[in-house]
């Protein structure tokens, strides 16, 4: 199992390196990303990233998985022309979501390993298909609501087709909602009262007072379970969101399903945020290393949410 | 201009009440759009019931995990063996959902649901944007030739931005989805850190109601229905507005 990191910083990967990384990924200012933070410069500067990356051993992925580019910002030769200069750079692969670019960077034969952003989320064994044999997709990141048992076709059909699976850590990764599907992020839809951080409204409610709740449509005449109903979804939606599929126990089962990465992809953290989070991930899959096989599931379970969440 | 009612909880509890619901329209939209734990055998029934109506009936699917999957698989080949007197279509919100259409080759009308559809296309308050040429190329090649929306109505009212050939429109009010979750705010239990989930567990409190939400960070309230919340977008666009836009489908969807 190998841990992958995002990097902001060409200066953060000695310094991941030592910290047990293997794989990182980093995006551009002028290649469509989901949530464009952290970009490093243009298309231009990525090959020295690359070089830099592949001197310390390390295997060096684009993020181009911005979902929603409108056509004047996605043009696409020019897109094209610089997608291909990072690939002439020596960029391992490249981590894509737009169904669009799939099929350009299909027309374009570029020769750079896809790998399915979990921004366009693969749920099921026939989305993994569709991608694999119609974009020749390399490897697939599974979206944080997909429970671990839930994903166990997706993990077979991967491994008898050669395909690498991707996890992200559960413990920092916000959005509740099904990311590249959620609005919320942005006000586009809505008017926010005041200034909101990215993703303020989705990652942990409004954090206000708490959302005022009432039945606008009756369908049953249960009085009861819908007052409940009502004043669970005020606190959820005011304070932590929904509730996660991927806890400290489906993350476990994920690593005994034998899945290839590990990812860390919060763009937003400081180069020390980062390399704290990076040493927790790691000593947990090490942790995960050292009960597996030793136990049984359930009990090296126990033990690793145990540590884990000590 | 094509009008459509989505049926919602308790549609089929009365067959006369469901007839004059339907009357004023020429389409029946039925089905799970957002939530594959609402994929539940009454939907072949209430399909059944449609296929004797003289209307034309799109079946709605949810974004799906292997379990919805299967759901579907068993529903396709039992709606397979209906005759609809209407047209049939069947509108997918997930790749793996037309993946298995295809691959059982049933030649069926597949539309992309609104979840699908912002792939390809991002509607504004006052626009709709075709996100870029190459995904309407695949459109053509999987022979999808109408996406789902909702769209704000009110003044100065969407414009298209890009162009759209021959794609066509169906345009959903009066709310629009914001955001969808799988694990449902309405219902979900949480979730302890020693439990592997097997799944989203559900006890159909969506069923019961749909509510209204006022925040103090955002000016308009939202609604929530079972694990989607929306934003109310107003009434149907204009048939003039809907022409420029590609859109010859309304759907009414009282019930969210």
Not at chain 1, 297 to 309: G, I, K, L, N, T
Not at chain 2, 155 to 179: C, E, H, I, K, M
Request: proline residues 5%; positive net charge; hydrophobic residues 40%.
């Amino acid at each position: 199992m190998r841990l992958l990191s995002c990097i902001t910083d060409k200066r953060e990967l000695p310094v991941f390196r030592k910290l047990g990384v293997d794989e990182v990924y980093f995006a551009v200012n002028d290649i469509p990303n989901y949530a464009s933070a952290g970009a490093i410069g243009t298309a231009a500067g990525a090959r020295e990233i690359v070089r830099a990356a592949h001197a310390l051993r390390l295997k060096v992925f684009l993020a181009a998985n911005g979902r929603e580019t409108k056509p004047e910002g996605f043009e696409k030769e020019a897109l094209v022309r610089k997608i291909k200069l990072v690939a002439s750079a020596g960029v391992d692969a490249l981590i894509v979501s737009s169904p669009g670019l799939f099929f350009t960077l299909r027309e374009e034969k570029l020769g750079v390993p896809l790998h399915l952003s979990s921004v366009q989320p693969c749920f099921n064994t026939g989305t993994a298909k569709f991608f694999v044999e119609n974009f020749g997709v390399s490897r697939i990141i599974l979206p944080n609501q997909l429970a671990a048992r839930e994903a166990d076709g997706i993990l077979k059909y991967c491994k008898s087709a050669g395909v690498e699976t991707e996890i992200f850590f559960y413990k920092f990764f916000g959005c509740p909602y099904i990311n590249g599907a959620c609005y919320l992020h942005r006000p586009r839809y809505y008017t926010a009262v005041g200034a909101q951080p990215e993703g303020g409204m989705c990652r942990m409610g409004s954090c206000g007072s708490l959302a005022r709740v009432s039945p606008e449509l009756v369908f049953r005449r249960e009085a009861a379970a819908i007052a409940r109903t009502a004043a669970r979804l005020s606190v959820r939606l005011s304070r932590g969101g929904a509730p996660r599929l991927l806890n400290a126990a489906a993350f476990f089962d994920y690593c005994l399903a034998g899945v290839d990465c590990v990812k860390y992809g919060t763009r937003t953290d400081d180069t020390p945020t980062k390399a704290a989070n990076l040493k927790r991930i790691r000593t947990a899959m090490d942790v995960f290393g050292k009960l597996a096989g030793r136990f049984s599931p359930a009990e090296a379970r126990r033990r690793f949410v145990e540590a884990a969440e000590g | 201009m094509e009008k459509g009612l989505k049926l919602g909880p308790g549609a089929f509890r009365d067959k006369t009440a469901l007839r004059r619901s339907l009357k004023a329209f020429d389409w029946a939209y039925f089905g799970p759009e957002f939530c594959e734990n609402l994929l539940e055998p009454g939907l072949l029934e209430g399909l059944r019931v449609l296929s004797g109506e003289r209307k034309n009936v799109c079946l709605l699917t949810p974004m799906v995990t292997d379990k919805g999957l299967a759901a579907l698989e068993g529903l396709f080949s039992a709606v397979r063996k209906l005759r609809f007197k209407g047209r049939f279509e069947v509108s997918v919100n997930d790749f793996g959902v037309l993946d298995l259409i295809r691959r059982k080759r049933w030649d069926v009308r597949v539309n992309f649901g609104r979840q699908l559809a912002r792939n390809f296309m991002l509607v504004g308050r006052d626009s709709v944007n075709i996100l870029n040429q190459s995904g309407l190329a695949l459109l053509e090649e999987l022979k999808v030739g109408r996406l789902e929306t909702a769209l704000f109505s009110r003044p100065p009212g969407p414009r298209l931005s890009g162009p759209a050939g021959a794609l066509r429109f169906t345009a959903f009010y009066p709310y629009l989805d914001v955001t969808v979750t799988r694990t449902c705010l309405a219902g979900m239990p949480e979730v302890s850190p020693y439990d592997s989930p097997e799944g989203v567990r559900c006890a159909r409190e969506c069923l019961n109601a749909a509510y209204r939400v006022g925040s103090d960070r955002i000016k308009e309230d939202m609604i929530v229905g079972g694990n989607t919340i929306f934003v109310d977008s107003g009434g149907p666009v204009t048939a003039a507005m809907g022409k420029s836009l590609g859109v010859d489908r309304l759907v009414f969807c009282p019930d969210t």
